[in-house]
């Protein structure tokens, strides 16, 4: 997988009861020696799968959720800054 940019985002990811701001890529490229597209119907019950032959480009929130869900398969969790240790500041008009 490659990544470019940066980006920060508020995440919540699972059994943690807060969420932390966690370091994102903004593009990711993603390869492998067997990539499937599944397109679902769900009208007819089909779900349709075709085999790409390149790699995948993701940008925005999908490279985001892509870099999120390639940490779980590498039995990883995303680890950030929780949102508790945040300073808060009033500001009056």
Same mark, same amino acid.
């Given at each position: 997988?490659?990544?470019?940019?940066?980006?920060?985002?508020?995440? +919540?990811?699972?059994? $943690?009861?807060?969420?932390?701001?966690?370091?994102?890529? #903004?593009? @990711?490229?993603?390869?492998?020696?067997?990539?499937?597209?599944?397109?679902?119907?769900?009208?007819?019950?089909?779900?349709?799968? +075709?085999?790409?032959? $390149?790699?995948?480009?993701?940008?925005?929130?999908?490279? #985001?959720? @892509?870099?999120?869900?390639?940490?779980?398969?590498?039995?990883?969790?995303?680890?950030?800054?929780?949102?508790?240790?945040?300073?808060?500041?009033?500001?009056?008009?």
């Amino acid at each position: 997988m490659r990544e470019e940019g940066t980006v920060y985002r508020l995440e +919540k990811c699972g059994s $943690k009861n807060e969420r932390e701001l966690v370091k994102r890529p #903004y593009r @990711v490229v993603v390869d492998g020696d067997y990539i499937l597209r599944a397109v679902l119907d769900p009208l007819d019950f089909k779900i349709k799968l +075709k085999r790409l032959r $390149k790699p995948l480009k993701f940008t925005g929130s999908g490279a #985001y959720g @892509v870099s999120h869900e390639m940490e779980h398969l590498e039995g990883r969790e995303s680890r950030g800054t929780p949102f508790w240790e945040f300073k808060y500041e009033i500001e009056d008009d």
